[in-house]
């Protein structure tokens, strides 16, 4: 069996510098996880290294994303740069490797119209879909100045893998504050507070209806679908409230494909094949998507196969 381990991240070091340095309102606190251990010294190398990495953990194939939070905190004209400049290394890293690598591109959601546009460009040069996450600033993914972009990845067969976030300042304070400042961060990230957020994010774009208008939009949800799977029965009954054509479950199965990302114990959603395979639920899924990466219990980041972001 083909092995393919999907969410997998590297860093851009430039991009990092340009993260910490904004203000604490725009930035992203869960950065300081990838200095964790040789976190760093693993999200830096996208080379020989890595591939000797999935050498020994049996990965035939990694699909490299950027470590959150991407270029999301950025200002426009900052994040138009930096993912073109991200998205250029990891098409010669995956040039390096034809065999053993491709990509996820990262896209300047701070500018909907650019980020359309290096969705189209991202996909020319080989890539493999692209990696959101669910908020830009304040505004979420779901609002309609993303629907060029949601319409360019349908047409362009372009899955869009939503990748958990640290949730917004006002909302770490108000639930996820009141224990010492690395356990306030696990809850709000890999704890727990991430995975609600990704999962808002997809629930979110159910309901706004952006399947009916673009049919043929696919998205990823990493950790057994960030919960949402578990929750179908009582979201279906947003469907008659939202005037969706569909029960919110049937948009599930049709449109979201799930991976394991780091959850490797076998108490997981029926629909899955097991505990290493992520097929989706849609019988159309890309060759891409036909397994994450092997299994991992610890919280931190990594740049192998054994990523549990």
């Not at 999907?6 to 340095?21: C, D, G, M, R």
């Not at 009954?237 to 054509?245: C, I, P, V």
């Amino acid at each position: 069996m083909t092995l393919i381990a999907i969410e997998e991240h590297w860093n851009l070091p430039e991009l990092t510098s340009a993260v910490k340095a904004l203000p604490d309102d725009r930035g992203d606190a869960s950065v300081v996880l990838d200095e964790l251990g040789d976190n760093l010294e693993r999200l830096d190398d996208i080379g020989d290294a890595r591939i000797a990495a999935m050498d020994a953990q049996g990965v035939d194939l990694q699909i490299l994303s950027l470590a959150p939070p991407g270029t999301h905190p950025l200002a426009p004209a900052d994040a138009r740069t930096l993912s073109r400049r991200a998205n250029d290394v990891a098409a010669e890293a995956v040039r390096g490797h034809p065999t053993r690598l491709r990509a996820f591109a990262t896209l300047p959601m701070a500018d909907p119209e650019a980020a359309a546009a290096e969705l189209e460009r991202a996909a020319g040069l080989g890539f493999v879909g692209a990696m959101v996450y669910g908020r830009t600033a304040e505004t979420p993914l779901d609002d309609p100045r993303y629907d060029e972009l949601f319409a360019t990845a349908a047409a362009l067969r372009q899955p869009i893998f939503i990748h958990p976030q640290i949730p917004s300042p006002a909302v770490r304070e108000a639930v996820y504050r009141g224990f010492d400042p690395m356990t306030d961060l696990a809850l709000a990230t890999f704890g727990w507070g991430w995975h609600l957020e990704a999962a808002l994010a997809a629930l979110r774009l159910i309901v706004r209806g952006t399947f009916d208008r673009h049919p043929g939009l696919q998205l990823v949800l990493g950790h057994w679908g960030e919960l949402l799977l578990f929750w179908t029965d009582r979201a279906d009954s947003l469907s008659g409230l939202a005037g969706l054509d569909r029960k919110v479950s049937d948009y599930v199965r049709s449109h979201i494909h799930v991976t394991s990302s780091g959850c490797s114990r076998p108490t997981t959603p029926s629909r899955s094949r097991s505990k290493r395979t992520s097929r989706s639920s849609s019988p159309s899924s890309p060759p891409a998507m036909a397994a994450t990466s092997s299994p991992q219990a610890t919280p931190a980041p990594s740049s192998v196969s054994t990523s549990p972001l």
